[in-house]
């Protein structure tokens, strides 16, 4: 009788066990819970403090911040970051802003990441400075890496997260603003904006974009 019950104990152990481990195996293969956050800039020490080079100032804040570091890889820098049941990868192609869109679709297609679990970090002149705004889709706004992008991704439907940087400059210097480094007064502000930038990835990871909408745009 006592073995009868031990043998019973140790199959429904074992059943457990299996179911466990089942789990875990599906979640650590479950697309759903993989996101890409992609930070636009291009590379080189001259562009590194540009504001056009926002979207890799994010990112790099954020790996000084949480602890993690970027290796290259096949078109870009790439980092792994988990929280909370969640793996972001984050990439900082090295195409050029031009050819930003060939990295994302490289790196999308090679980790099997649904396009709803994309987020583009990019400038955007058409916000004042330190604006921070998520949406779900939109036009390129005459931005060359959203440009290539959508015609990479082949659609207009993918998140992008933009930072706003205003548009303080004379007739025909727009270029010299975009690729010009931050002003004093700007750079006294970016702490507490790049704090914000990350809580908003995480969001978008942990709570969705819907929440993460509602709960930073206007932020």
């Known amino acids: 009788m006592l073995f009868y019950f031990y043998r019973k104990y140790n199959d429904m152990f074992q059943f457990l066990f299996d179911v466990f481990r089942k789990k875990q195996t599906e979640e ?36 000084k911040h949480e602890g993690f570091s970027f290796e290259t890889q096949k078109l870009g ?18 195409t050029y802003m031009n050819l930003s869109g060939k990295a994302i679709l490289y790196w999308l297609t090679k980790e099997k990441i649904p396009l709803e679990n994309v987020l583009v970090i990019t400038d955007d002149l058409n916000l004042p400075f330190g ?15 959203l440009k290539d992008t959508q015609n990479k991704l082949n659609t207009t439907k993918y998140n992008r997260f933009r930072f706003g940087i205003g548009a303080v400059f004379s ?5 010299d603003y975009v690729l ?30 819907n929440i993460t909408m509602n709960t930073f745009n206007g932020k």
């Open 77 to 94: 820098d790439l980092a792994t970051y988990k929280l909370k049941g969640r793996t972001f990868m984050l990439l900082k192609p090295n």
């Open 180 to 209: 010009g480094e931050w002003t004093p007064e700007e750079e006294n502000q970016l702490n507490e904006r790049l704090v914000t930038a990350v809580e908003i990835i995480k969001s978008f990871g942990l709570a969705g974009i």
């Open 171 to 175: 007739k025909g210097k727009q270029v």
């Open 28 to 63: 650590a293969h479950d697309p759903m819970k993989k996101y890409l956050i992609v930070g636009l800039g291009n590379i080189g020490e001259k562009y590194a403090n540009t504001r056009h080079n926002i979207g890799f100032k994010i990112l790099d804040f954020m790996a």
């Open 131 to 145: 604006s921070l705004r998520v949406k779900t889709k939109g036009s390129d706004g005459g931005h060359n890496g």
